[in-house]
């Protein structure tokens, strides 16, 4: 049986044709086998909707399944990033005002004063001890309200930023 043709998406595109530099490429792939050694990587670079490279190493090809973790920050990132280029998302908004549950979660009234660049960055000091922007913690509990925030920003159902 005859394999369906690639999708305009796969297809690898010379790197020029989308302004980046195939010199500085290579440099890059040079790079991650380097700091990667033997260990399993993958990789893809596209812009503007084209793949311009695709690299596996340490075993891995393009048929290998990756086990990946804490994926949804990475999407809050890019939205966060695309809401601000677009007007939509503003970082220095109290989160509390797109999210109230933020507050009543926590039933601590300083919580009211918390961003959404607090949230974002692991510095909201919520359901914790410390006082909003002070503290670097890791806290996954502020990811997500920083999700609830970005997604009420954007409108999307049930406060999801990706609904299942």
């Known amino acids: 049986m005859k394999a369906p043709p690639m999708s305009p998406f796969e297809l690898p595109v010379d790197p020029r044709r989308v302004g980046m530099s195939e010199a500085r490429l290579v440099e890059t792939k040079d ?5 990667t050694g033997s260990k399993p990587y993958g990789c893809l670079i596209v ?3 084209s793949i311009v490279a695709e690299w596996y190493g340490g075993g891995f090809s393009a048929r290998s399944l990756f086990e990946i973790g804490s994926i949804r920050k990475s999407f809050n990132s890019a939205l966060i990033g695309i809401g601000i280029q677009r007007g939509i998302v503003d970082l220095t908004a109290r989160a509390a005002d797109w999210w109230p549950d933020l507050v009543s979660l926590s039933n601590d009234r300083a919580d009211d004063a918390i961003t959404l ?3 974002a960055s692991a510095v909201s000091g919520w359901l914790t001890s410390d006082p909003p922007g002070t503290v670097f ?6 990811f997500t309200a920083a999700e609830r925030v970005v997604a009420r920003m ?3 159902p049930r406060d999801e930023i990706a609904p299942g």
Not at 137 to 142: D, G, I, L, Q, S
């Open 31 to 35: 790079w991650i086998e380097r700091q």
């Open 47 to 49: 812009r503007h909707g």
């Open 117 to 119: 660049h607090q949230l």
């Open 137 to 142: 913690r890791y806290n996954n509990a502020a």
């Open 154 to 156: 954007y409108g999307l």
